[in-house]
């Protein structure tokens, strides 16, 4: 008879305390909390490791620096290609160590490295972490190497690449709730980064440069935007914090240098108008602080600079670097459409991202042709590189990797427009459809079409994508789980 009298009591309470979560969640984004799990959840399925001729070289600038104290690869250059050759893996050694007429560099008798030192940069916080709990636990009696090379080092490198690959995501999100619901910022960020090479770049091929290139891209606009039609507003110190930031978007991939046309062409109109209208006193204030923007990117890009000088006698990039460069860029429409390597034929996502860009446009034209014009510049830069344009053996088109913020603005504004037509379950039945789409070009890519590397493969596709790739990642779901470093080439992880 208590639990017959007591229960009419509890049901009021259930549904006050629903009601109550329902008002909690309709009051504040939920948007920052379901990308941080999303993360987490993805996160023990990574792959930590350095072992691809790219990886190294980013990774021998922190190594070589920190315990050598000097830009001398060859000897991390023989620890990874050692590495490799256990498993019958050449490539390290072929890249870095084979030698021709410009490696050793002639001038300097050092080996090359073509990688920006950006990333060593922004992943040595992590490494010096990871070094300190390698004194901490030796002195308590355990026997790690402290040399760089062991798996604390490593795995504290990968996890700094992930970490700013969701920092990334959340300042996407921040960005994207200017302009749309949280809905829409929620589901655009959580899909670009799900059905875009971003995510393997996350999880599976941590130690690249593209992961922090993408933050960093990402904390650039928004610090740009809190000027934004307003650029008179912009203080010296946004300025010169700007500055700094651009230059390590230069240090971590100097294409992305381009990206500062953005602020350029926003400078340029503003000038314009200003001088349209007589305001000197104006001109001269706002010239004062784009200079002081110049000067601290030159600064900020002192190390690189320097780094090129001591590797190859002169503070410019390798000449197997600058060779590549058409400047006509014969590419272009290469990067985005080749039926095998074009990059909005391997992620879609990125195509309607970009088509979304219209629709920003009626809110915010000027934004929206300003962000359309860094994409242009990033895919004219890569249809430039005349040899290596197609980015053959890598997934996806990574060199777009960077350009995830303009891709989420553009779609969250197209989800925005659309819910209230359709309403929010077919839109999240086609972003899950884009995300599937993604995972299993990722699955044929890593353990089941391995040809597909070189490129698309389009005969079978759907047969591979919906049947073949759910039917054989089930006999490989133990390993997938548990050993996921069996199943790749150079199993160093």
């Not at 160590?97 to 992943?123: C, F, H, K, Q, Y």
Request: glycine letters at 8%.
């Amino acid at each position: 008879m208590a639990h017959d009298r007591t229960a009419p009591l509890a049901a009021p309470g259930s549904r006050l305390a629903w009601r109550r979560l329902r008002a909690w969640v309709a009051a504040h984004d939920t948007g920052p909390w379901l990308i941080t799990l999303v993360f987490l959840l993805l996160l023990p399925i990574s792959v930590p490791r350095v072992a691809l001729s790219d990886e190294v070289q980013y990774f021998a600038y922190l190594r070589s620096i920190y315990f050598d104290g000097d830009l001398n690869f060859r000897n991390e250059y023989e620890h990874f290609a050692a590495q490799g050759r256990r498993f019958g893996d050449e490539a390290v050694a072929n890249a870095l160590l084979r030698e021709d007429a410009a490696n050793p560099n002639p001038t300097t008798g050092l080996l090359r490295n073509v990688a920006p030192v950006g990333s060593a940069i922004m992943w040595a916080p992590g490494f010096i972490l990871a070094d300190a709990g390698v004194l901490a636990a030796n002195a308590l009696g355990a026997q790690i190497p402290r040399d760089g090379f062991s798996r604390p080092y490593i795995v504290a490198v990968c996890l700094m690449s992930a970490l700013y690959s969701l920092l990334g995501l959340l300042l996407t999100y921040r960005l994207a709730r200017r302009f749309s619901g949280d809905f829409a910022a929620t589901l655009a960020t959580l899909t670009v980064f799900l059905a875009s090479p971003l995510v393997f770049y996350t999880y599976i091929a941590m130690p690249w440069s593209h992961a922090t290139g993408f933050f960093l891209f990402a904390l650039f606009l928004t610090v740009w935007m809190r000027g934004w039609g307003r650029p008179l507003d912009r203080g010296p110190g946004t300025w010169a914090l700007l500055g700094l930031i651009g230059g390590l978007m230069v240090m971590t991939r100097e294409q992305l240098g381009l990206l500062l046309i953005i602020p350029a062409l926003e400078a340029l109109w503003t000038y314009i108008g200003l001088l349209w209208e007589g305001r000197w006193r104006a001109v001269a204030g706002l010239l004062g602080r784009h200079l002081l923007f110049l000067a601290v990117l030159v600064l900020a890009v002192s190390p690189q600079l320097a780094a090129y000088q001591v590797l190859n006698g002169r503070p410019a990039p390798s000449s197997t670097v600058s060779g590549k460069l058409i400047w006509s860029s014969p590419n272009f429409l290469n990067t985005l459409i080749d039926p095998g390597r074009g990059a909005l034929l391997w992620s879609p996502v990125l195509a309607i991202g970009l088509s979304g860009l219209a629709v920003l446009g009626r809110r915010d034209p000027a934004l929206a042709l300003l962000l359309l014009a860094g994409f242009l510049a990033q895919t004219y830069i890569n249809g430039a590189f005349g040899t290596t344009w197609h980015l053959r053996r890598a997934f996806g088109f990574r060199r777009l990797i960077e350009c995830t913020p303009i891709f989420v603005l553009g779609l969250a504004a197209l989800i925005d427009r659309l819910r209230p037509r359709f309403g929010p379950w077919p839109i999240l039945a086609a972003c899950g459809l884009l995300v599937y789409w993604n995972v299993a070009l990722i699955a044929q890519w890593t353990l089941i079409r391995p040809a597909i590397r070189d490129e698309l493969i389009w005969e079978g596709m759907l047969r591979y994508q919906f049947v073949e790739v759910p039917t054989r990642i089930l006999g490989k779901l133990q390993a997938l789980l548990f050993n996921r470093c069996e199943l790749v080439t150079n199993q160093t992880c």
